[in-house]
T-cell receptor, first 111, second 114 residues
Framework: EAGVAQSPRYKIIEKRQSVAFWCNPI?????LYWYQQILGQGPKLLIQ????????DSQLPKDRFSAERLKGVDSTLKIQPAKLEDSAVYLC?????????FGQGTRLTVV | GDSVTQMEGPVTLSEEAFLTINCTYT??????LFWYVQYPGEGLQLLLK?????DKGSNKGFEATYRKETTSFHLEKGSVQVSDSAVYFC?????????????FGKGTHLIIQP
């Protein structure tokens, strides 16, 4: 079975620029998550979707971060404008209900 | 809010040694508990899980028991191999079935020397 696909794998941008990440979950998985993993820390949940509806976005910095999951399949996470402290690995995960499968992540460096 | 605390690393052991990585948690309800592992160059993958008190999760020789009285979920393996070198994350989900978002610990980097 194909896993969770993310792109790009790496991205370097200057502060105040915008960036977008894409995620394709495992086929049939209704739940999709975006996590932020800063170096040396565990992943932190940013947003959770159930189909195309938001279940939890309490930790999403909504002044600069946005995410959507149109048609309840693929998802994009956008940062605009980026700050230095946004440098992290952004992980997408999907689930049928019992546990989550993770993608390999996008490593973002903001300079 | 929910939180997970696990022992700081790196933890360095010799091959065939006994492994324990401590994990304790704070949660308001009855969470599901997980150990995820990240091998070098790979994504996070589920190692084992337990959904209720006294449940034991096991996989690849690793075990962890859900201890509600001590709010702990320590990871153990009787004889580690070089291939077990990885970063291990303890996590919880407040949803009974594990579908809610995960709260992770900081991770423990395990290094096994031949």
């Amino acid at each position: 079975e194909a896993g969770v696909a993310q792109s790009p794998r790496y991205k370097i941008i200057e502060k105040r620029q915008s960036v977008a990440f894409w995620c394709n979950p495992i086929s049939g998985h209704a739940t999709l998550y975006w996590y932020q993993q800063i170096l040396g820390q565990g992943p932190k949940l940013l947003i959770q979707f159930q189909n195309n509806g938001v279940v939890d976005d309490s930790q999403l910095p909504k002044d600069r971060f946005s995410a959507e999951r149109l048609k309840g399949v693929d998802s994009t996470l956008k940062i605009q404008p980026a700050k230095l402290e946004d440098s992290a690995v952004y992980l997408c995960a999907s689930s049928l209900g019992s546990f989550a499968f993770f993608g390999q992540g996008t490593r973002l460096t903001v300079v | 809010g929910d939180s997970v605390t696990q022992m700081e690393g790196p933890v360095t052991l010799s091959e065939e040694a006994f492994l324990t990585i401590n994990c304790t948690y704070t949660a308001t309800g009855y969470p599901s508990l997980f150990w995820y592992v990240q091998y070098p160059g790979e994504g996070l993958q589920l190692l084992l899980k337990a959904t209720k008190a006294d449940d034991k999760g096991s996989n690849k020789g690793f075990e962890a028991t859900y201890r509600k009285e001590t709010t702990s979920f320590h990871l153990e393996k009787g004889s580690v191999q070089v291939s077990d070198s990885a970063v291990y994350f303890c996590a919880l989900s407040d949803g009974g079935g594990g579908a809610d978002g995960l709260t992770f610990g900081k991770g423990t980097h395990l290094i096994i020397q031949p």
